[in-house]
């Protein structure tokens, strides 16, 4: 299949398309690279440096490529910066969107897989989460996903538009080549591994008062390639269906201070921490039930292991503990 990334340039998009090349499908990455690195666009893959709301960019792009399905990840994605500015990320996460549904519409691309996001369920009211959970979010950025998901069902039902929403849980680890880097880090797994690496002093543990079973907060960590080997499955099911998927390990999930300690047992490292408040805006538990995307997509996570997920983003870290464009191959 043609298939379109929008945000191909950053770390799931990335590994999204490594996966694309290796199922012999052909991968147009379409990034702005305002948050996407293009020393992180996969090889073999084409790449468009462009805005999505760049309507005649985005046709011609559709057009010249004879895209047939979207994998649409562009966007923001910090809680904490979309309480701030709830206009970037309506701009960016809604507007943006449409923009590119419209562009498909006209070209007769009729299949799109969402980055959508655990975000969109707010503070739930039960574990594991399932899809059919009430969706309730607390900022804009939950909330965002959630108008693009309404839209995409309308969209659907009027103009035949099929989409998987795929809500993400907590995507870490790192392939050979693709790992994670953002600017500002706000993400645990890459700060912690900055600890260890020396890159900053100490991690700090935003709040130890939660209701679990070390009073930090427990999320569901997921290996970025199994995240991305679902979106390669859901591109599957478009010829007949649409759906809504949550996409996380489930179990019991791991607390803040777990992910240090095996951070601590892979890297050998030590790892100085300190507890501060909490950070506003964390739900105490966020564990999915990925039962539906198991059933209806057969989609399996091969890579359970908490220390597996960290080892293979230290073993990037280590290759790169600057980032992209630092690579320090044949030091690790
Ligand atoms: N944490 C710390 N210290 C840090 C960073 C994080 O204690 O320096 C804690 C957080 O408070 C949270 C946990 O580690 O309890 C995980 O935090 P992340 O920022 O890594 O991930 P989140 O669970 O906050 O975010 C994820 C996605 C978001 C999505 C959100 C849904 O990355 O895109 O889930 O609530 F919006």
New binding site residues.
Partial sequence: MRVLVTGGAGFIGSVVTEELIKDGHTAVVYDSLYKGHREAVVPGADFVHGDLMDAELLRHTLKEHQIEAVIHMAAD?L?GESVQQPAKYYRNNVVAGLALLDAMRDRGAGRIVFSS???TYGEPEKQPIEETDPTRPTNP??ETKLAFEHALRWYDEAYKLRYASLRY??AAGATENCGEQHNPE????P?VLQAAIGNRPH?????DDYPTRDG??V?DYIHVTDLARAHIQALGILDERSGIYNLGCGGDGYT?REVIDAAREVTRRDIPVRTSAR?PG??AV?VASSERIKRELGWNPQMQDLREIIRSAWNWMERHPDGYGEAHDGEA
């Fill in positions: 994605s809680v996001s655990a975000a950025y939950g849980f907590n706000t993400h645990l797994i700060i991690v700090e543990i935003y709040g930090t907060c999320r803040v950070r964390d739900p966020l």
